[in-house]
């Protein structure tokens, strides 16, 4: 369904000027790359918030598909852009949106006057927020991972379609 795209040509190594060693290798390198690259995925994760907001507030309606259709985008606008890790880039964009969403609507529930009591139990109120997080960085995986992919299979078939043109 999906072929192997490969790697996209001339790209400088994305970990070029990293250093980092020990058992905590993994998570610094995703760090290193994010903060060498944080408008691939802070500004795709501020119109996933719009998108997510949209979504979850006309959820019935066309404003609500909308929404849908600009989250989703946005985290594949991620992915093509993030092109060093794209999924990891997907990731980041869903999860700044969404807690930019959740504490907008917390503190503008506080601001009415709601207690924590108001919601239930803490149990109540945390568990389906990490559940909703969690559902988030999964769409924001898949749709980061699918924006590399198109950015790399594009470029494998423009740079097939290339020699057969006739040069003069």
Do not use: C, H, K
Not at 10 to 27: H, K, S, V, W, Y
Not at 70 to 76: E, S, V
């Amino acid at each position: 369904m999906f072929p192997p795209a490969p790697r996209l040509p001339n790209r400088p190594d994305p970990l070029a000027g990293f250093t980092g060693t020990g058992p905590m290798r993994p998570i610094t390198v995703r760090l290193f790359l994010l903060r060498r690259n944080p408008l691939a995925w802070l500004l795709p994760g501020i119109v996933a918030f719009v998108g997510f907001l949209a979504s979850f507030s006309y959820s019935t309606g066309v404003l609500g598909l909308i929404g849908t259709f600009i989250l989703f985008g946005a985290l594949i606008g991620a992915g093509w852009f993030g092109w060093q890790r794209p999924a990891l880039f997907g990731v980041a964009a869903a999860l700044v949106g969404f807690l930019i969403a959740a504490a907008i609507v917390l503190i503008s529930f506080a601001q009415r006057g709601a207690t924590p009591d108001t919601f239930g139990e803490p149990a109540e109120v945390i568990g389906p927020l990490i559940l909703q997080g969690v559902y988030q960085s999964a769409l924001g995986f898949l749709g980061g991972w699918y924006g590399g992919y198109l950015r790399r299979r594009q470029t494998q078939l423009s740079a097939e379609q290339r020699p057969r043109q006739r040069r003069r």
